[in-house]
Nanobody
Framework: QVQLVESGGGLVQAGGSLRLSCAASGRTLVNYHMAWFRQAPGKEREFVSCISWSGASIYYADSVKGRFTISRDGINSMYLQMNSLKPEDTAVYYC???????????????????WGQGTQVTVSL
């Protein structure tokens, strides 16, 4: 069983930056694809970014491309550096993990087996 805990959320002004972290316990993340999703009030949870178990494959949603950077330490942690934040980035951010059954990570919520509780990111004007 993999337990995931997000941290690093908060309140920031538009144009600012935040760095989210996702830490795992229970087992290492060495053989797991990882992803970030977010959910704004009244909206569906949406894909933000994902990274393969090796770190070789990375994907971003078009809405965050060029502003967000995903990374991982290869053992127990994953990160999301968020720059040039916009009010529309306001959401609860979730990290997710799945054992590497496929060569590359997916972008759909249903493809991930383990989820954290989420961390709130609020971007003000």
């Amino acid at each position: 069983q993999v337990q995931l805990v997000e941290s690093g959320g908060g309140l920031v002004q538009a144009g600012g930056s935040l760095r989210l972290s996702c830490a795992a316990s229970g087992r290492t993340l060495v053989n797991y694809h990882m992803a970030w999703f977010r959910q704004a009030p009244g909206k569906e949870r949406e894909f933000v970014s994902c990274i393969s178990w090796s770190g070789a494959s990375i994907y971003y949603a078009d809405s965050v491309k060029g502003r967000f950077t995903i990374s991982r330490d290869g053992i127990n942690s994953m990160y999301l550096q968020m720059n040039s934040l916009k009010p529309e980035d306001t959401a609860v951010y979730y990290c997710a993990a799945v054992f590497r059954r496929t060569a590359v990570p997916g972008t759909r919520r249903a493809e991930y087996d383990y989820w954290g509780q989420g961390t709130q990111v609020t971007v003000s004007l």
